[in-house]
């Protein structure tokens, strides 16, 4: 049972990322996924959620548009747009796997400069 999330980076104020997750060891298509971050000294946030048929996708306050959540069962893998980034998004994203199990990957470091 595992997640493992790609595509974190550096990038400019503005810019835009696209963070990967790859899921195995259990039925992903029976589970809801999340991307959760944590910056420094901070608790961890929920980013967004989306349903495990796809629907219903649902975002912190923060992201305000500029984030979009997606998943492809058929490749047991969901992903997370971002565009117009900015520094307070810096944080390690997390992946997670919410069904018979829950499940967390390790994260992913976003650094975001000014």
């Known amino acids: 049972v595992q997640l493992v999330e790609s595509g974190g980076g550096l990038v400019q104020f503005g810019g835009s990322l696209r963070l990967s997750c790859a899921a195995s060891g259990f039925t992903f298509s029976r589970y809801a996924m999340s991307w959760y971050r944590q910056a420094p000294g901070k608790e961890r946030e929920l980013v967004a959620y989306i349903s495990s048929f796809g629907g219903s996708p649902n975002y912190g306050d923060f992201v305000k548009g500029r984030f979009t959540i997606s998943r492809e069962n058929v490749r047991n893998t969901v992903y997370l747009q971002m565009n117009s980034l900015k520094p307070e998004d810096t944080a390690v994203y997390y992946c997670?796997?919410?069904?018979?199990?829950?499940?967390w990957g390790q994260g992913t470091q976003v650094t975001v400069s000014s």
């Open positions: 997670h796997a919410r069904g018979p199990l829950l499940v």
